[in-house]
């Protein structure tokens, strides 16, 4: 029988320690792929994840149940990964994992691509590739870290915009937009390496 | 053009979490607890430390003076020089001495050094989980 995130936390308040490794062993996969992202590192998302977790089990007395706790779970997630990331900047550690766009200014725009329009739907024959999902692979990872977040929590975590918009500290329009850019730019880059 | 990328984010290939991740986050949170526990401990250790320190030489001294107020060590005197006498009366001996102790300051001067030394004996017992805690405490502000 599955039982919701909020009965599972409810019944770990109460006392039941099963009820909270179920919620870990529900969320361990999505979280360790949304972190690896940040760091392309297998070691290094481990420690992020297991971090991640501890915070979980830190404050999760404090969580507000009303609220959504998967949306809660990836904040906490991404707040540890960047920590790490700027925690390895400081100690003059090599973070060339991690792309942030020269072409991106705080917000998350990319000047270059503001006057691309709606990115329209992919071709037919670049889905139809076999090695589609190693093309995927290497173009999201040339995408920015903001738009990959976007596109990731969107298309593979399912979060809706206002969901991602919570997760990421940003406002909604922003992360439509970021959205929108990360397809053209994932289309572009496609059909690039199609042609 | 959403099921167009929809269709196109299935292909997207997830990575598989290392095997023991799980069993090294439940080992982490167990010792998250522990740390916890020490943390209490160690409170509660410096707190009691503290007061029965303070109170256990205050209380010896009120207990000497209620001591010698009380003239139980005139019945001692006599009780060691006059010891046929002592020995005669030692029933109306023993009931003068009783209701002359003083029974206030007595108990609050053991309860205090029970206290001293239990703290005393709790840091024995736990030294080298306390040390570790006071140690890794400061190591961990500088991990992840």
């Known amino acids: ?195 | 053009m959403l099921n167009n990328y929809e269709k196109l984010f299935g292909h997207l290939n997830s990575q598989e979490p290392p095997v023991n991740i799980f069993d090294r986050i439940i080992l982490l949170i167990q010792q998250e607890k522990e740390r916890k526990r020490t943390k209490k401990i160690l409170f509660i250790f410096s707190i009691l430390f503290v007061i029965s320190l303070i109170i256990t030489p205050l209380s010896f001294n009120i207990f000497i003076n209620q001591i010698k107020d009380s003239g139980i060590t005139y019945f001692f005197s006599t009780a060691f020089n006059d010891l046929d006498v002592f020995i005669a009366l030692w029933q109306d001996f023993s009931l003068a001495i009783l209701e002359s102790l003083p029974l206030m300051g007595l108990l609050t001067f053991v309860f205090s050094l029970a206290v001293f030394l239990f703290t005393f004996r709790l840091f024995f017992r736990r030294k080298k989980l306390l040390i570790d805690y006071l140690f890794s405490h400061q190591h961990l502000h500088n991990i992840i």
């Open chain 1, 1 to 195: 029988m599955d039982f919701s995130d909020q009965q599972l936390i409810v019944d770990y308040l109460k006392g039941d320690e099963e009820s909270f490794k179920i919620l870990i062993k529900r969320y361990l996969k999505p979280i360790y792929n949304f972190v690896y992202q940040y760091v392309n590192d297998p070691q290094e998302a481990q420690d992020i994840t297991q971090e991640v977790f501890v915070r979980v089990w830190r404050y999760l007395k404090k969580f507000n149940q009303k609220k959504n706790f998967k949306t809660w779970l990836f904040q906490i997630a991404k707040n540890v990964s960047i920590d790490f990331y700027r925690k390895a900047r400081f100690h003059g550690g090599e973070r060339k994992n991690i792309s942030f766009s020269d072409f991106e200014n705080e917000k998350g725009e990319n000047i270059l691509t503001e006057t691309i329009p709606d990115p329209g739907p992919l071709p037919d024959e670049i889905l139809e590739r076999s090695d589609i999902g190693q093309q995927l692979a290497k173009a999201t990872k040339k995408l920015s870290l903001n738009y990959k977040n976007v596109i990731c929590l969107y298309y593979y975590h399912h979060f809706t915009f206002q969901e991602i918009a919570e997760i990421l500290s940003a406002p909604l329009n922003t992360v439509k937009s970021q959205h929108r850019r990360a397809l053209s730019i994932l289309k572009k880059i496609l059909e690039k390496d199609f042609n």
